[in-house]
């Protein structure tokens, strides 16, 4: 075995030691490697994933047009930490978080790419259990603003009406909004978070309105969307300005 082999093997040791998945494509979108832990998070073997189209084995929520390796390899960059969705093989999402990059020969010349991807449902379980109980008491704010906005939320909460939000991201927005759902007579009724900004429009359509078997291809059963899953809840609707206009007039007549 020459010294590139015992590289090569070295590396494959490494990458199959964490707990991250992690796979790499070629100049073709075909999958080269895939470690042990890409096949725990997705549920498909290494053997079915090589040599394979990345979209045809993940079909993640941004294969259809936000494919963050496809940006990364296309404009020579990277991107970190960005929050989508897997499909598994029996269809059930799997949250992760996704970082992304280019491979380049010694030359410099691009010819490939890697993602690592992280499983988020352990931390997406525990955030629900903290933030499930939330009222307007567990939020710290000391500013005349915040003062202000504790002393309406109750009567807010009483309301049926639609409720705006304005913020930056980071602010707040969901601990209030589930700060409204627990003091209204709304608490023991589902609340149901959406991150608009994290879905494109085709799957946001299906996700937020469901669909019934036989709509599409791959529609075999009926599948109710977050409004249906909400009923007699509250739905939230997270980073809502980044839809495109044409999904927002949908959603407006639904609000």
């Given at each position: 075995?020459?010294?590139?082999?015992?590289?090569?093997?070295?590396?494959?040791?490494?990458l199959?030691?964490?707990?991250?998945?992690?796979?790499t494509?070629?100049?073709?979108?075909?999958?080269t490697?895939?470690?042990?832990?890409?096949?725990?998070?997705?549920?498909?073997?290494?053997?079915?994933?090589?040599?394979?189209?990345?979209?045809?084995?993940?079909?993640?929520s941004?294969?259809?047009?936000?494919?963050?390796?496809?940006?990364?390899?296309?404009?020579?960059?990277?991107?970190?930490?960005?929050?989508?969705?897997?499909?598994?093989?029996?269809?059930?999402k799997?949250?992760?978080?996704?970082?992304?990059?280019?491979?380049?020969?010694?030359?410099?010349r691009?010819?490939?790419?890697?993602?690592?991807?992280?499983?988020?449902?352990?931390?997406?379980?525990?955030?629900?259990?903290?933030?499930?109980?939330?009222?307007f008491?567990?939020?710290?704010?000391k500013s005349?603003?915040?003062?202000?906005?504790?002393?309406?939320?109750?009567?807010?909460a009483?309301?049926?009406?639609?409720?705006?939000?304005?913020?930056?991201?980071?602010?707040?927005?969901?601990?209030?909004?589930?700060?409204?759902?627990?003091?209204?007579?709304?608490?023991?009724?589902?609340?149901?978070?959406?991150?608009?900004?994290?879905l494109?429009?085709?799957?946001?359509?299906?996700?937020l309105?469901?669909y019934?078997?036989?709509?599409?291809?791959?529609?075999?059963?009926?599948?109710?969307?977050?409004?249906?899953?909400?009923?007699?809840?509250?739905?939230?609707?997270?980073e809502?300005?980044?839809?495109?206009?044409?999904?927002?007039?949908?959603?407006?007549?639904?609000?």
């Amino acid at each position: 075995m020459n010294k590139q082999q015992k590289d090569l093997l070295q590396t494959n040791i490494i990458l199959n030691s964490v707990a991250d998945g992690v796979f790499t494509v070629d100049g073709e979108w075909r999958i080269t490697f895939f470690n042990r832990a890409a096949e725990k998070i997705t549920g498909i073997k290494q053997e079915d994933a090589l040599g394979n189209m990345c979209r045809d084995i993940f079909h993640s929520s941004i294969c259809d047009g936000a494919c963050t390796l496809r940006q990364c390899i296309e404009k020579d960059c990277s991107i970190t930490n960005k929050s989508i969705f897997i499909i598994t093989p029996d269809g059930s999402k799997v949250p992760v978080s996704i970082s992304a990059s280019p491979l380049k020969d010694d030359t410099g010349r691009i010819i490939g790419g890697v993602e690592v991807f992280r499983d988020l449902s352990e931390v997406n379980e525990l955030r629900k259990q903290l933030t499930k109980s939330y009222t307007f008491q567990d939020i710290i704010g000391k500013s005349k603003s915040m003062q202000h906005i504790f002393g309406i939320l109750p009567n807010i909460a009483k309301s049926n009406s639609t409720v705006l939000l304005l913020g930056e991201s980071g602010t707040g927005k969901e601990l209030v909004a589930r700060a409204v759902h627990n003091l209204s007579g709304r608490r023991n009724r589902p609340l149901v978070a959406v991150n608009c900004g994290a879905l494109p429009d085709t799957l946001l359509e299906s996700e937020l309105f469901g669909y019934k078997a036989g709509a599409f291809t791959d529609a075999k059963r009926d599948k109710p969307g977050y409004f249906a899953r909400a009923e007699k809840g509250t739905i939230f609707l997270d980073e809502i300005g980044d839809i495109s206009p044409a999904l927002q007039v949908k959603l407006l007549r639904v609000l």
